[in-house]
């Protein structure tokens, strides 16, 4: 066991940085700028909700379902790397049952958006707190919903076009 110690060659140079790979997904389709952290802002401001008519519609309107489709969109990519082929289909879930009895009852549907936009800037490493992810879906439920949503939805084209990603 000793001689095989011996025999093998001793590394004299640190190994050489490699490209960034593109493991699970498109994370930064617009290139943004990461900072000291390793973390960027959001593609798209928080209110900038009206940029994506469907999707802030269906948010002010039944954020209920938004949540749900986020959520599902969030998970299917997380376990399987590669976008949910129903992610256009408006399905209520658990979740959405769950949102809509805590909105109905106390007007705190938001709490539950909470976790998923954690999970949503955690997977593509965007800058933020605890606070933010709080403080985001307490002050306009719908802008978050949609900010969330336009978030995956450049993964999920890129996986469609990959030559349409900036470089």
């Not at 389709?29 to 994506?52: E, H, I, Q, T, Y």
Request: overall charge negative.
């Amino acid at each position: 066991m000793a001689s095989e110690k011996a025999q093998q060659p001793i590394q004299t140079q640190q190994p050489q940085a490699t490209p960034q790979m593109n493991i699970g997904g498109y994370r930064n389709v617009k290139n943004l700028p990461v900072n000291a952290n390793g973390k960027r802002d959001w593609s798209f401001g928080l209110f900038g909700c009206m940029s994506d008519i469907n999707t802030c519609c269906l948010a002010c309107w039944c954020p209920c379902l938004a949540h749900a489709k986020n959520r599902r969109r969030l998970d299917h990519l997380n376990r399987h790397g590669v976008p949910d082929p129903n992610r256009r289909e408006i399905v209520g879930s658990e979740d959405s049952v769950v949102y809509l009895l805590l909105e109905v009852a106390c007007d705190m549907g938001w709490i539950m958006q909470i976790a998923t936009r954690r999970n949503i800037r955690e997977r593509y490493n965007i800058e933020g707190s605890g606070m933010s992810d709080c403080m985001a879906p307490f002050c306009c439920q719908a802008c978050d919903l949609v900010q969330g949503s336009r978030e995956l939805q450049l993964e999920e084209e890129a996986f469609e076009s990959p030559a349409a990603i900036v470089t």
